[in-house]
């Protein structure tokens, strides 16, 4: 679940107070969740379901109501409905998480393919460099990077592997087929060329554990 952190250190800032009385009354809220420097994605409706006082921070959480109706169910059958309601809910979690992720780690990269530079959203993903099936691929944006769907797939593949040092390197067998513009441009050509595009936060730039993990199953494919 996530999180959201209370204003400054004062337990009794007036911020603070609003926020615990909207616990308190269980009020819808919208949260502006931030993706980048003045950049928000909305989130709605959330609710504040806990507080971690020694943290400063309220746990949120997504309507659950609202989970449960985006949801395929037999409104005849109770036990259905209450499976299907918290499976409901686990999913619209699910999504969300990966939302934010998405928006984060595509705002990084300004709106650009690591590999190629590509600039149009539709054609871009928020590849995750160790998978979210993995217990390590945590939906960070450290563990983020954009690709376009072409270089995004052929990553996934092994086809195209990222050295810790940023570099980028095409499976052997692949540099040498004959094919068509996407496969020499789009793909043998960015062999050993540096990332086209980095976050300019070094806060924001891949992880240097995940990316070393990552580049030895590249090599053992
Ligand atoms: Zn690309």
Not at 7 to 22: E, K, V
């Amino acid at each position: 679940m996530l999180r959201y952190k209370w204003q400054g250190d004062d337990i009794d800032a007036a911020d603070n107070r609003a926020l615990r009385r909207a616990m308190g009354e269980g009020l819808p809220l919208i949260w502006f969740f931030g993706i980048g420097p003045g950049l928000y994605q909305p989130v709605f409706p959330v609710f504040l379901i806990a507080e971690e006082t020694d943290k400063q921070q309220f746990v949120v959480d997504i309507d659950p109501q609202r989970a449960f109706l985006d949801s395929d169910v037999n409104l005849d059958s109770p036990l259905e409905v209450d499976v299907l309601k918290r499976y409901g809910t686990r999913i619209a979690r699910t999504r969300l998480h990966q939302r934010l992720f998405r928006s984060t780690v595509i705002n990084a990269y300004g709106t650009r393919c690591a590999i190629c530079n590509l600039r149009h959203k539709v054609l871009l993903d928020a590849a995750h460099i160790i998978p979210d099936t993995h217990e390590d691929g945590v939906p960070t944006v450290v563990n983020g990077m954009a690709m376009c769907k072409i270089h995004h797939a052929a990553f996934d593949a092994n086809i195209l592997g990222i050295r810790p040092d940023l570099v980028v390197e095409i499976r052997t067998d692949i540099l040498a087929e004959v094919d068509g513009p996407m496969l020499k441009h789009g793909l043998q050509d960015r062999h050993r060329q540096p990332l086209m595009s980095v976050p300019s936060k070094r806060a924001e730039r891949p992880s240097l554990l995940l990316l070393e993990t990552a580049y030895a199953r590249f090599r053992e494919a």
